[in-house]
Structures are given as structure tokens and as C-alpha cells.
């Protein structure tokens, strides 16, 4: 007879779940030892609770299916709850496992014991104690449907430590065979809308968001932008944005205000499609919040609950009914022989030589990027010249730190690497970010990950010397300054990363990044470089 | 007209809150900024909101009064929860300043918002939101006085980004000058009850916890020990025990269930001072979790609230009338002359030889621990001979890890470091919690913090091994004992340590170990010790 935890990991594994991104604790002690009953079931262990929930955000955004974690008890939840929130803002499906005193053993109020619900109330759509093993099999049935909805959730399923050991007598409830009822329908009010403001001649522009950043929304975008000369936009922080090779290209939502202001200046109508409507990251003294501008409207062509691609693709066949979208499924290129969309690309950035700088690292990174990349991006601000350098690198897919919670690039990139062992991971990172969750290479050292990290070290917060100035408290004196400053003493993340068992070097001049980049590219498994910087602020 | 900021910072310094350990983002710049303009507060960065809360618990362990940490939204407050979690378990006074949203930048639900009043709700014992800067004065009052009761309480104030910015207009609320009425009187009756107790011919023990554990308590409770023969034991995890030189010697309670059942084994009289009565850590199948044993009654001579110290003194005086107190103001030891607790202390241990393991690392360490020495001890199992090798060493403090959430060592160190410059402090460290916050060291090298950190490197979890057996999942094959090993690759502590810019080697025999050890105290500033030992399970 198997017992709670071989029943939970039998039953993820049934329902498609087969990672686990593990930092196990005492309470956990059952599912760890019935990992060798259910072969099905990887565990991949880290260090830090922050690093598998960032991992398994990664692992979800590529394959589209949950991974599980496995935490213990409030203070491991709590540890990666930032993580969660990323992922919450991403739409990741993710099944959330943490693990709690026995039931019998709660109200001792033993150290450990901190409310766990309160906690995953503030990341979670769906939350469950299981206080039987016999609902075990039903409850995490629920939390794999309740992750895997439309947008994906985090599911919170609370372990206790008896529910685990415990065999489950026969189940009292039926296990509905409830499955995800997919996307909401896409509404032909919103479509009819949609087209009739793109008609209107005033100047349109179409936010995709969510699923919409994929092939066929892009697709289906890109044949309405051309028909009716809207601007097309994504949000700025998306959580899977695929690019390159022969996808239309689409210019990301500036994360300044005044930038963002600019793009949408002039706008009548802006188009939702998967997008929420826009606002700034923070509040800035004097300035507007909504970034929708005075006099334009702002409509829902598809909510993020919605088929935001399928609404597009309805849309562009009502305004472009001539224009044929290219075979999504073999991924050739029909559209590009008949539409004006064919665009002729520009050449892919030269080698840089001389100084390194942001921009001299990020033509690096756009001449070498290798087809079916995937790119993580928690570059801040010396990632401001990426998307230019790249947009034209072969096919590749561009994961961004969407909860605007730093620490999520190396553990984002480790479970990407996971979901995709045959594809080369990119992980780009700040220095200051990269040191929240810097136990990620470790997990990548120990899993044999193909993952290179470029660390962009430039000694600052450099994004914060930026929003010094935004926020209007610009008279900073040098105790202010000093709280941005890394460089006392500077981060040698050569080091750091030969501690964790990942190989690395160091870059202080364009030539060496390029050699070093393309050697890490060369070479399987994890590498970092050190990419020595000036602050462009 | 000073704005919100820095009336915030300069009610805090009036308030006696003079250090803050911070990681701000963009909606704490205007606290940054406002720095300069107070300058008897002192700005601590930390690369890690646990780091930052961590420190923050060190520091008021040590000194008993409140810093302030600067915490970046609910993101920032989630990654110091475990180390708040800790602190609230040790009762330990904090001002938790977390950095919100502009007020009518909330509901437009920007990516980095979050539900921070749950999260805060979880640790604190008293939270606020300012919602206009004329409250700002009386807010932040009300918060140094809740975080400074009997006993000590994280306050968490929340601070929006517009009331940092704002000038505050007349406080609308008269100040009241409330000052915390200090610790409960002692009960008389307790008092007489446990009198009656003790002298009931039965078996007694007595539990000190809280404040207890310093030295006035403990001299007090060591009269009483003498002159009625009751067993005098501390909790598992006191916040800070007195410990050393002239002072009573207590032996701490156990934490493995077994253990502590075997201490209080036939006691049928538990007298709690400022202890909670005690409880097993987790749950494990078949035991009790109540360490109680059946037909013992336990007692509170004082709660956590009420002065315990005092209450012991009352009994001692009750049961043990003739004994005398040592003069704990000039630290002169008038009680060993006339009492017989005057004990002949067994020698320090020698300088080991030979292999270097957790036993004979905790020799040298006794051996050679400095006279005011700092101990913070995250060491777990690492740590078993720790207490006896340092029994008889010079009068040291002694910190651990109160709340069970790993990750709570480093920047406990670097807290108390802080707190106190003219003492030596020693970390001791397990090497999957060092893991945790590792970020501490920067901080460490950053300030110059004269912290010796010696992390047992067992490369294992090796506490889950004998969890594993303890939960009864004693069958556990590869996969799982995978989960708990740090072998693959293994961590090397040097390069870590050394990226950070600490001075850092690594020892394998007990003679190198000693060396290093007494080499890192007679040097200021931060060093590590990588000191690899096979695990102990």
C-alpha cells in the first residue's frame, strides 16, 4: 500500500508532471524517500528555495506544463515567494508543494510553525491543505488543473508531514475528471470592435501580451499591422517573447515612463491582445501612472484569459482578408512569399572590438546567438542595446523578469535548461541581481546544464542611480550614492561561480567577451563570464 | 521643510534607532536620498533582504534596542520573512521599514505590486501603513515602542513612496509620549507555587528561556539550583545565552526528542522562567510531540512578557535565602566565595591534533575562544561537541538559530558585529545554511566587521540523513540520498568567501584548523575557515 507521499508523486507524475525543484526540509522527509518508488518523478535539489521556485517558472514558460517544487514549511515558502511572484505576473503554471507539521503536531506552535496560507494567499490562485491522504490523489489532481488554466497559476497544495506518511484509506470523493476547459472564447463584439477602430484612420496601435508573444499571435499581428498601419507593441516585460529568424518583429513597451509615453504618443486606439493596459513600473512625483494616453481608448480585443491568438487571427481575417499567415506547424515561411511582410532583414551586428561596454557585449551576443536560443534576460540596465543587437539573430525565444522581483535570471535560466536539454540557454544578467540568487549555478554545475551566463558586473545598482533622478531626489549626497554602489569591495564572480563548480572567466575587453562568449557557446554544460563593464547611468 | 524621508530617519534617531540595514529599490529612493541630511544614522547595505534582516536581529540581540531595515516592497519583505520569522521566535525588537507603491500608483496593480500587509502580518506583531506624511512622527514612535515591548516584536511600517516624498503638514494626532511599561510584574502567587514545588521532596527542573538566559537569571536560577537540587535547564534555541567564565553553566535542552525526553526524564515539577514549555522541533510518527512527560506538571514562574529574571531572584530569595547573588554590574564573583556554586572549572580543551572533524574543530575552538567573544551558532550538526568544548571558556555570548529557518547565521554575525566593534565574533556555520545567505560576507568585508566564520563543510545536509531515519523513512535508497548531498559538485568555501572579499582557507587537519583559527582572531576584520569534516550521520 503506498503511502501520502508516493500517492502525490505517483499522481503528479500521471498528470504530466515530472520535475521537482527541491529544497526539502524534515517535513518533507516522506516525499523525498518515495522518489525512488516513483522513478518518473526528477528531483532536481537547490540551495536555496528562491532558486527552485524561479526554476520551475523557467521550466513551465518552455514546455508550456507545470513542474512541482517541493518547500519547507513558511520560512522555505517564504524564501521563494519573490520568485513566485515573478511567476505569478508571468502566468507560469506552477504546482507548489510545501510542507507542514504534522497535524497533530500544529498547534504546539513549534518553532517552525508560521501561517504557511497567509503566506501563499499572496502568490497563489489556488490554495489546499490536504488533511487526509485519502483526498491526496483528488487535491493534487485539482492543483495540476488549477495551475494549468488559462492564464497558468501557481497552485498551492500544503503537505502535512502525517498526510505524507500516512496510507490513504479508500478515497471519500470521486475523483472528477475535470480537465482545463482552455482559453476563454474569443468574443466577435471585441473583433468586430477592434477592426472597426483600426478602420477609423485615426492611429492604432496593437499591445500583445501573455500567449500572444508567440509565433501565431505574432503572426496574426503582424498581417493586421500590415493591412492597417498599426503600431505593433508588447508588453514590457514578457514572459516568453519568441524572436528572430523569420517572425515579425515587435518593439517591447519602453520601462521608462517618458519612453513609453513617447511610443504610444499620439495613439487613438490601442489594442489588448493578451496585454493588460499599460502603466508605469513605479509612481514618479508630478507624473501620469496610466501610460494610455489623454484622448485614447484602450479596449480588450482578448483578455489574458482568453485566446489573445485566436482573436488575432480572427482580426487580421477581418482586415486583412488577402494576407496568409505563415504554416505555425511546419515552421516554414509561407507568409514571407506572399505578404509584404517579408521583411528583409538587416544584417546580424560585427564582432565588436575595443572597449567593453554594454553595447560592445551586446553585439557580441546578437553576431553569435545560436538558433533555438533561449535568452534569459535579467540584464537591467546594461541590457538597453539587447533587443537592437538581436533582433535579427536566427529563431530564439527571449524570457524576461516579468514581477519586476530581481534574482529571477539564474534560477529562470537553470529550469529553462531543464524543459530544453537540447537547446543553449543565455543567461543575462546584473550584477546586483545575479547576487540574490546566485545558488542557481550550483544547480546548473550539479545538473549539467547548458546555460552561459553573462554577468554584466558594472559595481552598481545601476538602475537605482537612474530612479534617484526619476523620482526627484536628485540633491543624493554621497551616503545615498554609496547605498548603489557595489564596488566596495568589487564582486568577483569568476570566483564565485569556481566555488559552485561552474567554469568562468573574465572579460575586460570586447575581444576577450567575444572569444569567451563563443567558447562557452562551444562548450556543453554551465560556463559564466565576468563581463566587466562601465555604468551606462 | 524636511519631507516624509527624512522625518522618518530623524524620529528614528531620536527614537534611538541609529542603524539600518537596507536593500532599497526605486519607491525607498527618497529615504536614500534623505541620508545625508541625517547623518547619525548609520546605512548598512546588504546584497539580500534576508542579509539585511538578519543583521537586524544580530544587532538588537546584542545591544537590546531596535534597528531599522529598508526593504523594497512585498517582494523585498518576502525575501527577508525567514530571517524575520527567526527574530520574531527570538522576541527580538526590529523596525521593519518595507518601501510601498505612491498610494494612487496601487490600484493601477503594477508588476510589482503585492499583498504586503499579509506578508508582514506573518511575523510582525504590529504593522502600519502611513498613509499621510503629517502622520509619519507618530507612526514611527508608535513602532519603536511596539518593537521594543517585553519582549521585543518586529514592527513593520509601511511606508508608500509619496509619503517619503511629501512634506508633512501639522501632525494632526498629538504625540503621545508613550514609553514601553516594560516586562509584566512578577506574580507573587507563581512565585509561591514554585516554592512549594521545589520543596515538594519531588523531582524539579527548571526551563529558563528569554531574557533569563543572561546573566542576572541565570545566577539567580543557579541559587536556587543549589539549595533545592532542581535540574536547571535553557531552551533548545536561546536567543542569546550567557555563557563562560564565572557564569552558572546551563545545559541547554536537547533537540533531538530523545534526547530532551531523557533530561526531563522523571521530573514531576517543570518551573518555566520566560520559557515556553517545551515542545518537540517536527513531528515524527509514534512520539509525542509535548516533551512534558506524563504526570509532570509545568509551571510558569514568568512568561515571555513578564520579567523572568526577576521572578527567579524573587524564588531564590524565597527558597535560597542565605545564598548571595554575584555583583553582575562589576562582573566580580562575590556568589562563587560564599555559595557552593562556586565550581571548580574543568581546564579548556587542548589544542587537537591529528583529523580534523566536527569534534576536534569544536576543541580548538574551545580552546582558543576569546574572552567577549560573540558566538553565533547555525552549526547543526556540526555543532554537537560545541557546547562542551567552550563550557569553561572566558564569558562569551552565545546566539542561535531561534526559529529553525536556516540562513540565519551569517547575517546574524554581521548584525551583532555591528552592534558591538570592540568584540570578536565567531560564526559557525553548516555548509547548506551558509548557503542560504551567503551574501552576508560582502557586508562583512564591506564594513570591516571583525567576524571569524568557520563553516563546517560536510557536503551534505547532513541533519536531513538523520531526519530521514527519524520520520521513519528508513528505506531510503539512492535518489533520495541524493537530495541530501552537497558532494556533487562540492562547494568550495575559499573561492566563494574570496569572491565576496573575504580572506578565506581552507584547513583539513585539526593542526591547520587551529592555526587558521587562532590566525583569523588575531587579525581584524572578516575571515573565513573552509573546514571540511565528514558528517557526523
Known amino acids: 500500500m503506498p503511502n501520502g507521499a508516493q500517492t502525490l508523486i505517483r499522481t503528479l507524475v500521471e498528470r504530466g508532471v515530472e520535475v521537482c525543484f527541491a529544497n526539502p526540509g524534515t517535513s518533507e522527509m516522506h516525499f523525498v524517500a518515495a522518489l525512488d518508488d516513483v522513478p518518473e518523478m526528477r528531483a532536481v535539489l537547490c540551495l536555496f528555495e528562491g532558486v527552485a521556485t524561479g526554476a520551475a517558472d523557467g521550466y513551465a514558460r518552455m514546455t508550456g506544463r507545470p513542474a512541482c517544487t517541493l518547500l519547507h514549511l513558511g520560512p522555505g515558502l517564504a524564501n521563494g515567494l519573490a520568485n513566485l511572484h515573478n511567476a505569478r505576473r508571468a502566468g507560469t503554471p506552477i504546482v507548489n508543494i510545501v510542507g507542514d507539521h504534522a497535524l497533530h503536531h500544529k498547534p504546539l506552535d513549534a518553532p517552525l510553525e508560521s501561517d504557511i496560507d497567509a503566506l501563499a494567499g499572496t502568490v497563489s490562485g489556488w490554495v489546499r491543505r ?44 470521486a475523483i472528477a475528471m475535470v480537465h482545463d476547459s482552455g482559453p476563454g472564447a474569443v468574443s466577435a463584439q471585441a473583433v468586430t470592435a477592434a477592426a472597426k477602430a483600426l478602420r477609423s484612420g485615426e492611429t492604432a496601435a496593437i499591445l500583445l501580451g501573455g500567449a500572444a508573444t508567440h509565433e501565431a499571435g505574432l503572426r496574426a499581428a503582424s498581417r493586421i499591422a500590415e493591412a492597417t498601419g498599426a503600431n505593433l507593441l508588447c508588453e514590457t516585460f514578457p514572459a516568453r517573447l519568441e524572436r528572430g529568424g523569420d517572425l515579425p518583429e515587435v518593439e517591447r513597451l519602453g520601462y521608462l515612463a517618458d519612453f513609453a509615453s513617447a511610443q504610444l504618443d499620439g495613439v487613438k486606439h490601442l489594442i489588448l491582445a493578451g496585454a493588460r493596459s499599460p502603466v508605469t513600473f513605479f509612481a514618479y512625483p508630478g507624473k501620469r501612472g496610466d501610460l494610455v494616453p489623454e484622448g485614447c481608448e484602450a479596449r480588450e480585443l482578448a483578455t489574458g484569459s482568453e485566446d489573445a491568438a485566436a482573436a488575432l487571427a480572427r482580426l487580421a481575417d477581418e482586415v486583412a482578408p488577402g494576407s496568409v499567415a505563415s504554416d505555425s506547424a511546419t515552421g516554414e515561411v509561407a507568409a514571407d512569399a506572399v505578404t509584404p511582410a517579408a521583411v528583409t532583414r538587416a544584417p546580424r551586428p560585427q564582432r565588436p572590438t575595443g572597449s567593453l561596454t554594454a553595447e560592445s557585449a551586446s553585439q557580441a551576443i546578437g553576431a553569435l546567438l545560436p538558433a533555438g536560443a533561449i535568452v534569459v534576460d535579467e540584464a537591467n540596465t546594461s541590457g538597453l542595446w539587447l533587443p537592437g543587437a538581436t533582433a535579427n539573430a536566427p529563431r530564439h525565444d527571449w524570457l524576461t523578469l516579468t514581477g519586476g522581483a530581481i534574482g529571477q535570471g539564474l534560477p529562470v535560466a537553470t529550469g529553462a535548461a531543464v524543459a530544453c536539454p537540447g537547446r543553449p540557454v543565455v543567461c543575462l544578467e546584473a550584477d546586483g541581481s545575479a547576487m540574490y540568487t546566485f545558488q542557481a549555478l550550483w544547480t546548473q554545475a550539479r545538473e549539467g546544464l547548458d546555460v552561459t551566463t553573462v554577468v554584466f558586473n558594472n559595481s552598481s545598482y545601476a538602475i537605482l542611480n537612474l530612479e534617484l533622478q526619476q523620482v526627484g531626489a536628485s540633491a543624493a549626497g554621497e551616503r545615498a550614492r554609496q547605498l548603489l554602489d557595489l564596488s566596495r569591495p568589487g564582486l568577483d564572480f569568476v570566483a564565485l561561480a569556481t566555488g559552485m563548480g561552474v567554469p568562468a572567466t573574465r572579460a575586460t575587453t570586447a575581444e576577450e567577451f567575444t572569444a569567451q562568449f563563443e567558447r562557452a557557446l562551444a562548450e556543453p554544460g554551465p560556463h559564466l563570464i565576468d563581463c566587466v563593464v562601465p555604468p551606462i547611468f
Chains 1, 2 share one sequence.
Open 130 to 173: 490536504t488533511t487526509d491522504a485519502a483526498d491526496l490523489k483528488v487535491d493534487v489532481t485539482l492543483a495540476v488543473i488549477a495551475a494549468s488554466g488559462s492564464p497558468g497559476a501557481v497552485a498551492t497544495l500544503i503537505l502535512p508531514a502525517d498526510v505524507s506518511w500516512s496510507e490513504p484509506g479508500p478515497s471519500a470523493t
